[in-house]
């Protein structure tokens, strides 16, 4: 399978040769943090002393989940296809991020439960009319789970061949938090209640009963230990499409900045598919949904910020954009000791 095929790999000299340079930059070492591993991470990346960012490419991946029908979401299912189109309208928080970036956006219909109308900057993917409800089957068939990632390795492509520097993977689904936490359970052998949170807004009791839910679907789904059979018996098309955009970017050398929780399963399922993956893996944020640190802490990820985020569609990812901007012009513009005549450290 394709996705199996190895990641690519980063360039070792050039990015020993990006630390040498900012260790002679006028600063104390270390003293912009994380600022510094960035630009030393994108120089190796790009195998460029002097890496830049100028062409992001967003992609928010959609679809509708059979476990809704266990009441475990405060919003009803139709949100998904009417945020599609609030996407495509120009009105969500991505849309607006996006055009303040100056990044491309393309949404990607994998499976809402009804089909929609011809709409701009959204295409049409679908598989199927949403996932079967995972407490009672597994959540899609084989051919299925592969079509999804298909569909993620197809827009990876659509992103390499419109020479992005930077890829963001985004989501909307509603119900994507009960089958994320799922996934996370089943893949690292925790108890659902160690990762359920609120999601879109549930209350405690809400909280409770998808803790219930999840439990009940990975008893049924105990006998999946391999990561596509897991993503088959309890994923989402969006989240599987996420998997197989992660991978097909990761094996053609593009930086991915990942998201929050559901996209950081996503990135966890990447990585254990095909190990290199994680190499081009930016992380931008600590959700506030609680397992998200267990996510983060699976992957050995550092994220960039805690600012009490959980609204997903990349938005997160997109906020740091200006960030990595900014820690590459660091790197690429200050001035050395010696060109400044200021004095080094004894």
């Known amino acids: 399978m394709w996705y199996f095929d190895n990641a690519a790999g980063l360039n070792l000299a050039i990015q020993e040769q990006a630390k040498q340079h900012q260790a002679i930059l006028t600063k104390p070492a270390g003293s912009l943090g994380m600022l510094e591993e960035i630009a030393i991470q994108f120089s190796a990346m790009q195998s460029s002393t002097s890496p830049k960012i100028d062409n992001c490419y967003i992609a928010v991946f959609a679809a ?8 475990i979401s405060a919003f009803p299912q139709a949100v998904t296809a009417e945020m599609v189109r609030n996407f495509s309208r120009g009105g969500a928080a991505i849309s607006v991020l996006a055009k303040q970036i100056d990044a491309k956006l393309v949404v990607i219909n994998t499976g809402t439960v009804t089909e ?4 701009p900057g ?10 079967c409800n995972f407490t009672k089957q597994k959540a899609m068939t084989p051919e299925q789970c592969e079509a999804a990632l298909l569909v993620g390795k197809t827009i990876a492509e659509q992103a390499i061949s419109s020479k992005a520097d930077i890829f963001i993977g985004g989501e909307m689904g509603i119900g994507n938090t009960t089958s994320s936490s ?9 108890d659902a209640q160690t990762l359920v ?6 209350t405690p009791d809400g909280i409770t009963h998808k803790v219930k839910i999840i439990q009940q679907a990975l008893s049924l789904h105990s006998s999946c230990k391999d990561p596509v059979a897991i993503l088959e018996s309890l994923g989402g098309f969006e989240i599987v499409a996420l998997v197989g ?27 254990k598919i095909n190990p290199g993956s994680t190499h081009w893996f930016i992380y931008s944020h600590q959700s506030a949904e609680p397992g998200h640190k267990i996510i983060l802490d699976a992957l050995n990820a550092q994220p960039l910020l805690n600012i009490g985020m959980r609204l997903g569609e990349g938005s997160a990812a997109a906020n740091i954009v200006c960030l990595l901007k900014n820690a590459l012009s660091l790197h690429n513009n200050m001035a050395t000791f010696e060109q400044a005549g200021v004095s080094e450290k004894s």
């Open 64 to 71: 509708d989940h059979g476990v809704v029908e266990e009441n």
């Open 197 to 202: 949170g609120p999601g879109t807004g549930l």
């Open 116 to 119: 929609l109308e011809p709409l």
């Open 182 to 190: 799922a996934l996370a359970c089943a893949l690292l052998n925790k």
């Open 122 to 131: 959204v295409e049409d993917k679908r598989i199927a009319n949403g996932t």
């Open 245 to 271: 955009a992660y991978i097909r970017a990761a094996q053609s050398g593009l930086p991915c900045i990942i998201d929050g929780f559901i996209t950081s399963v996503a990135a966890l399922f990447a990585s």
